[in-house]
Each structure stands twice: as structure tokens, then as C-alpha cells.
Nanobody, 115 residues
């Protein structure tokens, strides 16, 4: 499985970004996907997860109501729409898939929220 994140960058507080995770090497439509993030000095945390059927689950209270996960099975891509960004959202964002008991990560994309 290969995962490639994109869409990160520098944004001002209150701004928005949409992250993408392009997937290949496995049957994307039959796998749940998740977004995680890791800020400097912190452990990696699970942010949102989406099932193969498209049902989403929020795991990080700090982003509830601001972040939305979605997927496009035709494009083998999972997205993370991030609105009302805050400086504390600054982190490297990763997507992940668990395939046959093994977890696969992308290389990550840096999101920096700063004025």
C-alpha cells in the first residue's frame, strides 16, 4: 500500500485547508482510512476516521465541528477538510490504512497555522 499526502502549507488563523491522501496498491474502496497528526513534542494522535462505506468518526475533540473527513473511491483519495484553523492545529498530518493487519503511513504533510 502506498499513501501520498498533499495540501498542507502555511495558513493564517481562521483559514482553511483541504488535505488529500492519494492511495494505491490496495483495494481502496474496501478499506477504512484515517487521518492523524503529530505536533512537535507530542505523540501522534488520531483525528478522524472514515469507514469503507463512508461513515465518519471524529476522535479528536479539539477539531470537532471544524474538520471533516471524506473519500472519493473513484479517485482512491481520502480528504480532510479543515476549517477555522487554529495555531494549535499546527502539525504534520498523516493518513493511514490498515491492510491485512499491517498499518501503512504516508510521508505526511506539514500544516502551519500562524499569523
Amino acid at each position: 500500500a502506498q499513501l501520498v499526502e498533499s495540501g498542507g502549507g502555511l495558513v493564517q488563523p481562521g483559514g482553511f485547508l483541504r488535505l488529500s491522501c492519494a492511495s494505491s496498491g490496495f483495494p481502496f474502496s474496501s478499506h477504512g482510512m484515517s487521518w492523524h497528526r503529530q505536533a512537535p513534542g507530542n505523540e501522534r494522535e488520531l483525528v478522524e476516521r472514515i469507514s469503507s462505506a463512508g461513515g465518519s468518526t471524529n476522535y479528536a475533540d479539539s477539531v470537532k465541528g471544524r474538520f471533516t473527513i471524506s473519500r472519493d473511491n473513484a479517485k482512491n483519495t481520502v480528504y480532510l477538510q479543515m476549517n477555522s484553523l487554529k495555531p494549535e492545529d499546527t502539525a504534520v498530518y498523516y493518513c493511514r490504512v490498515v491492510r491485512q493487519g499491517l498499518g501503512y503511513w504516508g510521508q505526511g504533510t506539514q500544516v502551519t497555522v500562524s499569523s
